[in-house]
């Protein structure tokens, strides 16, 4: 019933940028937070940024001041833009969103994941 689809991912080099974005479609009352996690082969997934529906943000320390996490609640979008890539941002990244299809409820929604790979 609640899709989140990402685009954005891609190869690129060390140093440089990428856009993700990520969109909810579906039976949407509304959205609370939205997210963006990342699994790298043979790690835990992490939590990269998150976004309240306020406009609160929180980073992963690695990611500080090198991405920026926002969203556009008009068009139930996040984006997670990425500067100053380094290899070890190469990942699987999913957005997450905790979506209400009626008030004072939430379910959680995850992508399908894409795949950054920054290579060095």
């Known amino acids: 019933q609640v899709q989140l689809v990402e685009s954005g991912g891609g190869l690129v080099q060390a140093g440089g940028s990428l856009r993700l974005s990520c969109t909810a479609s579906g039976r949407i009352f509304s959205i609370n937070a939205m997210a963006w996690y990342r699994r790298a082969p043979g790690n835990q997934r992490e939590l990269v940024a998150s976004?309240?529906?306020?406009?609160?943000?929180k980073y992963a320390d690695s990611v500080k001041g090198r991405f920026t996490i926002s969203r556009d609640n008009a068009k139930n979008t996040v984006y997670l833009q990425m500067n100053s890539l380094k290899p070890e941002d190469t990942a699987v990244y999913y957005c997450y969103a905790a979506v209400s299809p009626q008030p004072a409820t939430y379910d959680d929604y995850w992508g399908q994941g894409t795949q950054v790979t920054v290579s060095s």
């Open positions: 976004v309240s529906n306020g406009g609160s943000t």
